[in-house]
């Protein structure tokens, strides 16, 4: 539902914009660092839409990168620690079963004499 309602406005905006650009078609100027040009307004505007939504998206795509790395690093963690806890536990069990064992080789020598 959230991917519908966010393509829904990604809809809409793109419709604004547009409808904007279509509007604004008169030449502007437009100033460089070394020189000027003239261009139609239009083409200014969907220009800078879309060198936003590169922006937003190397953004996006970023942040992305990082977090897949946090979560192979977090489960890499996760890994590591349920096995040293399988090891502990392991060794918690051989601990109490030695006792175990030990009473009853007893018990035996006591009951074969």
Same mark, same amino acid.
Do not use: C, G, N, Y
């Given at each position: 539902m959230k991917f519908q309602w966010t393509l829904l406005l990604g809809i &809409? &905006?793109?419709?604004i914009v547009s409808v904007f650009a279509v509007i604004n078609v008169d030449p502007v100027t437009v100033n460089y660092f070394f020189g000027t040009a003239d261009w139609p307004l239009i083409l200014v505007i969907l220009g800078s839409v879309f060198m936003g939504g590169v922006i937003i998206g190397s953004v996006g795509l970023f942040r992305l990168f !990082? !977090?897949?790395?946090? !979560?192979k690093a977090l489960e890499k963690e996760n890994l590591q620690l349920k096995e040293q806890a399988?090891?502990?536990l392991q060794e918690k069990n051989k601990v109490k079963d030695e006792p175990l064992k030990k009473r009853a080789t007893d018990s035996v020598g006591e009951t074969g004499e």
């Open positions: &809409f &905006f793109a419709l !990082v !977090v897949q790395r946090k !979560v399988h090891i502990a």
